[in-house]
């Protein structure tokens, strides 16, 4: 049988990582910066915020300051999605290098440097676990209300997560108020839109660049941490991560760039991607690899009818993936 | 408020042209800060002298003759990807689904090998997975390009999401054929009978490839370079309004461009399926669709130059690998230095296209 009250928790955990990529996707591209390097970021933030409570853990052992345990990777996290978007905004912005390359750069490096410091951390610090097993760490993240248990399966349906995941909500909840009800937002939407106008009504361009693309990398970056802390439980596994960098891609493109309704696209993404573990295939295995393909074919769909329908609230920034150069007209 | 008239401390303008020795001169000297880097960087993580690094990169494609064969035969596969994805590239047209138009090609040759090999002799099998692969490749380009030039659909975003669909439809054909049953992989096609193996070329597994890509390559040198077609690209490349004015069909160039762009593609995972692995996984292809994207640009999309780029990025991969198995590191360090390499000669295209000029030094602007 199709079990909806275990399904949708299962959905929202797998979609928070795609929730935060996309909302961070959606604010870079919202200042005409197309970031490919988003997947090499998210394994980067993963990996930072990893090796942050790898020592901390290391170092204190069994007695964990749940507080400390936590922001110590959230603020590894944050400073390693940090320097991914600089070196990018850098590159593209300061040094007006080709985005689709810089992005496509970025996630080689980025998926190279998590496999690499996932797979090499306890060789290069001689300590002799087996594997990166950050359980205590990973607690800390998933603790959720005591309450949630008592109250069945609204507990189950709403409460069930650790924090991280209301925090997720909130910020794509927070973008997209940020994006549609202010002054900043109306100057990030106007820098992606036209350069140009922007600079001429004195918006500084370079600035808007670098603090969307930055403050979108550190989102996306959590997203990986949030992967790793609570979806696989502090559980570190060489390319486990897999290709969610490009769907949370994708899901920007099925949110029409609109990070509010990748709350629940988001979910939806999550949901189209265990699906196939829900649906009974019987012993065909191969139907499943189908349902994988889901959530890019609904995204092709979304992206081919927005073109169609021309509607210009629903069409990507106007300069995604233009280099700006005041003297260039 | 300070009111003197200050000059900020450097301004950037757009160079004219340089001469093409300073160009490569840039390049390579980037090209050459960016090893020393790398080097550096090696020799912290593994503690080792960073001569013996370097030595150890050479080692990586030149060690053995088997060594060398094996890097010449990823050159030409990640040449023909690049060279597929140029067209389209050189009409601003980003095509980075390379990856997922190869599988294409490749699942179709997979399926003629498969599904055919009982019924038709094997030349028969060969021709029809030349056809049929190239035609995959061909449409799996040719879905967004259609929609590219009816609709103005994104193409960047819509090649790909076609990526992952064809990652996943050749994972489902990895279950359907798998063999022997329940292993979830294919295996070796025809192991036995080698009917759709190309043919081998004396004792050199992998010389058919070279050639056929060495070909196409002055191909579409000559292509871009000579012909009616690659002119008509580099317009609508510069300018669609222009194309349009002097009475270019931009949709006809468009669709036909990448209509050839993906064909290559095809041919691409014809040669990995047919010639070179003989059989087929979902990451046959190894990313090359996306360092293509990269080998296409860094040699500004001359086909010429993209065999000394794509050797280039081959060279770097097997010498980090030969690092990671020498030093007992995860071979993913390849792709850290791979990216740290890409990084310095992205940046370096900076200092062709612009020059600085520094406050107090030459002429003072108005």
Redesign the interface.
Known sequence: MFDIISFIPRAVVQGIPLLLGSTGETLTEKSGNLNLGIPGIMYVGAISGVIGSFFYEQAHGADLNSLVAILIPISCCLLGSLLMGLLYCFLTVTLRANQNVTGLALTTFGVGFGNFFGGSLIKLSGSELPSIILTQTSNCFRRSLPIAEKLGWFGKLFLSYGFLTYVAVIIALAAAYVLRHTRTGLHLRAVGENPNTADAAGINVIRYKYAATCIGSMIAGLGGLYYVMDYASGVWANNAFGDRGWLAIALVIFTVWRPNVGVLASFLFGGLYIVHMYIPSGMNLAVKELYKMAPYVVTIIVLVLSSMRNKRENQPPASLGLAYFREER | MNKAQRSPLFH???RGSLPWYAVWGIRGGSLLVALVFCGVITSL?TGENPLQVYAAIFEGSFGTTRKFWVLLQNISMLLCVSLAVTPAFRMRC?N?GGEGQALAGALAAAACMICLRNSLPNWAVILLMIVTSILAGAIWAGIPAF?KAK????E???T??????AT??V??????WESPKGS?QIGIINPNTHIGWFPQIGPYKYLLNILIVAAVCIAMYVYLSYSKHGYEIAVVGESERTARYVGIKVNRVIIRTMLLSGALCGLAGLLLVGSTNHTLTPNIVEGRG??A??VS?LAKFNPIWMILTSFLLVFLGRGAGEIATNF???Q?????L???I??FI??S??FI??EIHFRGSGKKEG
């Open positions: 950037i303008s757009k993580v980003w980075l929609f609709w103005n659909t994104n960047t975003l819509f790909l999401m076609m990526n992952y669909v996943q439809l994972a489902y054909y990895c279950v359907v979830g996306f360092t994207v990269m640009w007992s590191l995860n993913s360090f390849g792709d850290i791979t990216g740290i890409l990084f992205i940046g295209e900076f296209n612009y």
